[in-house]
């Protein structure tokens, strides 16, 4: 549903921005998110932006004269119309730390079998992104997230990925267990991505670190989220992510990993709070 404001909004004009076997993206004109609109077929990635074809991709070039609004998605000759709505938002429940902590294990132990990189050094800006997560410098987040966004080649730069997939597992790994600071962490993170991201990355990467600000994620991804919770299996939803693009699984695997550890962290600095507060009484 992350589309429907600009599908259900009056009539705007809009061109093809890229064309791929599986899927094509729309640019909107006007300053409003989401900019950028994803046709995918049934075999695509489900993006937090796409809306899923019933039918192939109808021949499309780039440059292509395109509209958006009124439910309807035109492009080239092929008219859209939405029948039904999806939910970008991953739905986890409720889960207990020590869950996660097994989760975090899991996870490390399938990425190492994997051995898939990611787009960037995860030595450099990445590492001070987490580790600012990780021990609650928000200064310290702020200015690696800045760093890092629009860092890497692509339509969707390997920094970007890496910061969506954070954005979504510190909101909702720290709903899901209760660690407020988490959420707090993700909200600043978010305006500053908001806010950054229209120039410092391109329109297709903008529009989905858009959504990531709001937690939506791609189907893949918020499989792992879900099996991070106990909710499907880990190992089958991690291959899958993995397997996206060229770095864009890595890169969106890293940044979950990234958001888990440091839920985790600041789980236990609550939970060293609350032994201190409980001795001094």
Same mark, same amino acid.
């Given at each position: ?54 039918? %192939? ?33 991953? &739905? ?30 995860? #030595? ?19 200015? &690696? &997230? ?56 391109? %329109?297709?990467? &903008? ?15 918020? #499989? ?58």
């Amino acid at each position: 549903m992350a589309l429907r404001p600009a599908l259900e909004a009056s009539r705007r004009p809009a061109r093809v921005l890229a064309v791929f076997p599986l899927g094509a993206y729309l640019e909107t004109r006007g300053p409003n998110e989401p900019r950028v609109v994803c046709l995918v077929t049934g075999e695509g990635t489900r993006l937090p932006n796409a809306v899923v074809l019933a039918e %192939p991709l109808p021949p499309l070039a780039v440059g292509d004269e395109a509209a958006v609004g009124d439910g309807v998605v035109e492009a080239g000759r092929a008219v859209v119309r939405i029948r039904r709505w999806w939910d970008p938002m991953p &739905a986890l429940g409720l889960t207990e730390i020590p869950r996660l902590e097994r989760a975090a294990v899991r996870l490390a132990d399938i990425c190492a079998a994997t051995g898939r990189a990611t787009g960037l050094d995860e #030595a450099g800006f990445p590492a001070q992104l987490a580790a600012a997560c990780a021990n609650d410098s928000l200064l310290g987040a702020l200015t &690696a &997230a800045e760093q890092i966004m629009g860092l890497g080649p692509g339509l969707t730069p390997s920094g970007d990925d890496m910061l969506a997939g954070l954005l979504t597992a510190l909101r909702h790994l720290g709903t899901a267990a209760g660690v407020e600071r988490a959420v707090w962490l993700a909200d600043w993170l978010a305006a500053t991505v908001v806010f950054d991201a229209p120039t410092r990355t391109t %329109p297709i990467s &903008a529009t989905l670190l858009h959504c990531a600000a709001k937690g939506q994620c791609c189907a893949e991804a918020a #499989a792992v989220l879900r099996g991070i919770v106990g909710l499907q299996s880990l190992d089958a939803a991690v291959q899958r992510l993995l397997r996206l693009g060229h770095t864009s699984g890595a890169d969106l695997t890293w940044g979950i990993r990234a958001g888990l550890s440091a839920v985790l962290a600041l789980a236990r600095r609550d939970a060293g709070r609350v032994e201190e507060i409980a001795q001094v009484r």
